[in-house]
């Protein structure tokens, strides 16, 4: 999990300098984007991208979100699979030895 808060922090600091939002918006923006809610409600490029800064910008936007939603879909499904093989015993209510679904006697 430090490694989606590290992505999002990163993400809110780049997002927030170019497109000028609040720290809170721009964090806001990269969790919705990257787990792939995405409202809408914040669209980065409002720029008419006529220049190659603002070009760059939006490939950048582009890369960061694709890369962005494999890391938060990788870290989901490790962390998924510490829970189920046991390996997380003190945070979970089952592991592998106890039966997920109680056997009829």
């Known amino acids: 999990m430090a490694v989606i808060g590290f992505y999002i922090f990163m993400g809110a600091l780049l997002f ?6 609040e720290p809170l918006e721009a964090s806001y923006f990269c969790f919705v984007t990257i787990s ?8 980065p490029g409002s720029a008419n991208f006529e220049s ?3 070009q760059y910008k ?8 694709l890369f962005g939603n494999n890391t938060y879909t990788q870290t989901y499904r490790h962390c ?4 189920v093989i ?3 015993d003190s945070c979970c209510d089952y592991s592998v030895t ?8």
């Open 58 to 65: 939006m490939i950048f936007s582009a890369v960061y979100m």
């Open 80 to 83: 998924n699979d510490v829970s």
């Open 52 to 54: 190659t800064e603002d």
């Open 98 to 105: 106890t039966p997920l679904i109680p056997s009829a006697k």
């Open 36 to 43: 792939t809610i995405g409202f809408g409600d914040l669209v």
């Open 16 to 21: 927030g300098v170019w497109e000028e939002w």
């Open 86 to 88: 046991g390996l997380c």
